[in-house]
Every structure is written in C-alpha cells, then in structure tokens.
C-alpha cells in the first residue's frame, strides 16, 4: 500500500492519504470519465510539450507502446 504526502495546508495533523484502490472502486461512472479524460489529456500535453522541446520519443508514448504490444 503507498501514502502520498499532502501539502501542509490541506491536511490536518494526523491525515495521511492512502492510496489503495478504494477510491476508484467507490466512484462514479462519471467520476471514472472524468478521471481517464485527464489522464489522456495529460498525455497529450506531454507529447506535444516533448515534440517541441525534446526529439527521442515521449514517456508516455513508449509506455503505451510496450502497453499495446504485450497483448499481441
């Protein structure tokens, strides 16, 4: 199970954020939506940004690849 810190002002003295899966499992259609829209959305932020400033292939992208090709 992994924590992630949570800045000083948003957490109270004993908070910690647990990441295990419970979140996902608990939210809505429109919540998963939402989430994966994001997600996508931050790839392709980063392919451009990586395109414009960096000329190997974006992180994301041969993550994806190695992703796709492992189920053929």
């Known amino acids: 199970m992994a924590t992630v810190a949570v800045p000083a002002l948003a957490q109270s003295k004993n908070d910690e954020l647990v990441v295990d899966g419970n979140d996902w499992l608990s939210a ?8 994966l829209v994001g997600v996508a959305n931050l790839i392709m932020a980063e392919g451009g940004y990586a395109k414009r400033n960096n000329p190997v292939t974006p992180v994301m992208a041969v993550v994806w690849q190695d992703v796709v090709k492992a189920k053929h």
């Open 28 to 35: 809505s259609m429109a919540e998963h939506k939402a989430f």
